[in-house]
């Protein structure tokens, strides 16, 4: 065939050409379609499961997922209360719990409170627990926005309820994601609860309430003893080994603290960053099992909203007590 496209002969000319033409045109039309798909995959994007979950991807590959299925009363348990999900590296896989197995409540990055009072459709005072979603529970609403792109922004809104559809506290909810330079997943979380009623508490305690990360159900079934904590006082912890307010009287107030486990076989680091706008004081809690954060006790009204903020920062390997300080250093900024 080149032979012809090269020869003098005028009909084989006006054919090539008319073949060269035709394979000009395929290949811009191929390159058109193929381009859309191309540029989608770079960077941060989200695909939704509609009324189940929503994956964030990055360049293709899983990161995180929202649960955000609505309350069934016939399958309550899987479905009081959204949540997010951290996949492992691999991006199969997930690194944190979901519904079942130790403590069904603990969701992979959650927040709740299990002493909640507010009142019901009747004007009833009535306590509440968002933790265990006993005589209560969370709805996903709506998302509010959602970006993709260098990093990935997710805002939306979630009711908090009484078993009797009364919404006491109304919560907007937005975690950002990003990659940092050592490929470690930055997540920043804040929520801003406000409600109508006059007055809502929040409390609980240390392992029943606040912002708090639960790690893979397969660190409580086989891992766990290989789970150890980095803290700002004393550092590297033994392995399997665990403290928690109020026993141990120096689990308050921490700036950070950096917990370390096993999943599919490898380890993963994430640590917990608090910012002192928060309320204080604040209680921490921690766990072999993989569950650890804190909480705090305050109370909200129409004109005193909550707002808190914390960052994880997730890695497969390990971290020393000096770089979570700086990654601490760097959040406070």
């Given at each position: 065939m080149l032979e012809h496209l090269f020869d003098n002969n005028p009909r084989t000319t006006i054919m090539s050409n008319k073949t060269l033409s035709l394979s000009a045109s395929l290949i811009v039309t191929l390159c058109i379609h193929a381009m859309p798909s191309a540029f989608a995959e770079k960077g941060f994007s989200w695909k939704d499961e509609p009324g189940k979950h929503i994956d964030l991807l990055k360049d293709g590959k899983n990161i995180a997922r929202y649960v955000?299925?609505?309350?069934?009363?016939?399958?309550?348990?899987?479905?009081?209360?959204?949540?997010?999900?951290?996949?492992?590296?691999?991006?199969?896989?997930?690194?944190?719990?979901?519904?079942g197995g130790r403590y069904t409540h603990h969701r992979g990055i959650y927040f709740g409170f299990s002493k909640c009072t507010a009142q019901d459709k009747d004007g009833k005072k009535v306590g509440i627990d968002t933790w265990h979603c006993k005589r209560g529970y969370q709805s996903h609403e709506k998302i509010i926005s959602q970006e993709g792109g260098f990093k990935a922004v997710q805002k939306v809104e979630i009711a908090w309820r009484i078993d009797d559809g009364t919404v006491f506290a109304t919560e907007q909810r937005q975690l950002t994601f990003s990659h940092?330079?050592?490929g470690s997943l930055q997540v920043d979380f804040e929520s801003n609860l406000s409600t109508m009623q006059?007055?809502?508490?929040?409390?609980?305690?240390?392992?029943?309430?606040?912002?708090?990360?639960?790690?893979?159900?397969?660190?409580a079934a086989s891992t766990g003893k290989q789970t150890y904590y980095v803290r700002p006082n004393g550092g590297k912890d033994a392995e399997g080994k665990t403290k928690n307010w109020p026993a141990n009287k120096d689990m308050k107030d921490l700036s950070w603290k950096g917990q370390s486990v096993v999943v599919g076989g490898k380890r993963y680091f994430t640590v917990y960053l608090d910012h002192p706008s928060n309320p204080k004081p604040s209680f921490y809690s921690e766990r072999d099992y993989g569950r650890f954060g804190s909480y705090f006790k305050t109370e909200i009204t129409p004109s005193k909203p909550l707002s808190i903020k914390y960052r994880l920062?997730?890695?497969?390997?390990?971290?020393?007590?000096?770089?979570?300080?700086?990654?601490s250093k760097e959040f406070l900024k």
């Open positions: 955000y299925e609505r309350m069934k009363p016939k399958d309550r348990e899987r479905t009081y209360k959204p949540f997010h999900h951290i996949y492992q590296s691999n991006g199969k896989e997930f690194l944190t719990k979901g519904p940092r330079e050592d006059d007055k809502v508490g929040l409390d609980g305690d240390p392992q029943h309430a606040g912002f708090q990360f639960r790690a893979s159900n397969e660190v920062v997730i890695k497969q390997g390990e971290r020393t007590a000096e770089e979570c300080a700086a990654l």
